[in-house]
């Protein structure tokens, strides 16, 4: 993908700058938070459920690492850590695209696939565009 052909990052194939919002989102991005050893079993979710495709793509993410933290009250089963004591874990964030309509099930398989009792994760409506 170059910036000289227009194309990537969502843009049309033909070096069509794009120069109006699409009205309704059709595209959520997908953020969640993993410790590295269940990454590549989230994406695998994920992106079996048919998140991560970008035109002629699949299986696209963005990943980071970064330090979650928390702290367990009375009544939680932690993965990590105790009960009462804050905890500060390395974990990912992880990033991809997924179709609206298909939004359910790919939380449904991170949910599925992720070691953690309560997973942090978020949805963002993504603004597309159209030249």
Do not use: N
Not at 98 to 104: A, K, L, S, Y
Request: hydrophobic content about 40%; some cysteine; charged content about 25%.
């Amino acid at each position: 993908m170059t910036r000289e052909s227009g194309r990537g990052r969502g843009f049309p194939a033909g070096g069509t700058v794009p120069s109006q919002a699409v009205p309704e989102s059709r595209l959520h991005k997908l953020v969640w938070f993993v410790p590295s050893d269940a990454l590549d079993a989230t994406r695998d979710a994920v992106f079996g459920a048919g998140a991560g495709r970008i035109g002629d793509y699949e299986r696209c993410s963005w990943y980071t690492a970064g330090t979650g933290t928390f702290l367990p009250r009375a009544g939680a089963d932690p993965t990590v850590g105790e009960v009462g004591r804050e905890e500060r874990v390395a974990e990912l964030r992880v990033e991809t695209v997924v179709p609206v309509e298909i939004t359910g099930d790919v939380v449904g398989a991170l949910l599925a696939a992720h070691p953690y009792e309560e997973v942090a994760y978020e949805l963002y409506p993504i603004v597309e565009v159209e030249p």
